[in-house]
């Protein structure tokens, strides 16, 4: 199974950079499409839009609609529920009354768990009793897959980025690596939201964070040439080995 993950393209319409914003998540598509072996499917973890507006979500959609891959998506602190749903599949989502975003990709070898994390409150992620019962149900409704988790906010700290946690509390993170750790089917956890590569661990489950697909907004150094190309993750799953990842340079797909 190979899965290729983009995250935090913050699109926007009214801001200096719209048309850089617009132009990377163009060109990571672009890339995607071209890939051989072509990935199963395409998740976003989160931060599609900037401001959570209609008219932004529009555009994410219209760039979305060009991939070659079935594209799942989830929501980031700067996303709103509402305007989401209404721009995205409604029925995946996790139980008709639930006001999370989250819900389970069954069709494939391993499972995929997308997550809500969002905060109204903060830019920090939350994660509530709600969410870890929501969570433990997802994982045990199948045991004899492996799981990879998406989350907008990494559960462990970040220690290259200026604060190493990334929800709201160190109760909070704790409480969603504890759910992760529930069962030994969960393999991996994939995560977006502080913009730059990084990579840790929840006990024994590998975990990984992208950089933002939007240049203007990516951290940590990068070389000149690699200042405007937009960078994706290529998750690759064997049944032995479990998950290797691959970080993709977007820079032959310019519009």
Do not use: W
């Not at 998740?43 to 959609?61: F, R, S, W």
């Not at 190493?164 to 109760?171: A, D, S």
Request: some cysteine; proline content about 7%; charged content about 20%.
């Amino acid at each position: 199974m190979i899965i290729a993950q983009i995250s935090d393209t913050h699109l926007a319409l009214d801001t200096p950079d719209a048309r850089q914003r617009i132009d990377d998540f163009e060109r990571v598509i672009a890339d995607v499409n071209a890939l051989d072996p072509a990935p199963d499917i395409i998740v976003h973890t989160g931060d599609v839009v900037q401001n959570g507006l209609p008219e932004e979500y529009a555009e994410a959609t219209r760039i979305l609609s060009a991939a070659r891959a079935p594209v799942y998506a989830m929501v980031g602190n700067k996303d709103n529920r509402i305007n989401f749903r209404a721009a995205f599949t409604p029925d995946l989502y996790y139980g008709s009354d639930s006001e999370f975003i989250e819900y389970v990709v069954e069709d494939h070898p391993v499972r995929l768990l997308m997550l809500d994390t969002l905060n109204h409150t903060s830019n920090k992620g939350e994660f509530s009793p709600l969410r870890a019962r929501h969570l433990l149900e997802m994982i045990d409704a199948d045991n004899t897959r492996p799981i990879a988790v998406c989350t907008h906010h990494p559960p462990f700290e970040v220690q290259v980025g200026p604060d190493p946690l990334n929800f709201e509390t160190r109760q909070m993170m704790n409480e969603l690596r504890t759910a992760l750790l529930h069962s030994n089917h969960v393999v991996a956890v994939f995560s977006g939201h502080v913009h730059r590569g990084t990579v840790g661990c929840v006990e024994h489950i590998p975990a990984s964070v992208m950089p933002s697909v939007a240049t203007t907004l990516r951290k940590g150094e990068y070389p000149p040439h690699l200042i405007d190309c937009p960078i994706y993750h290529i998750h690759r799953f064997d049944p032995a080995r479990g998950f290797s990842t691959e970080s993709r340079i977007a820079d032959g797909y310019r519009t």
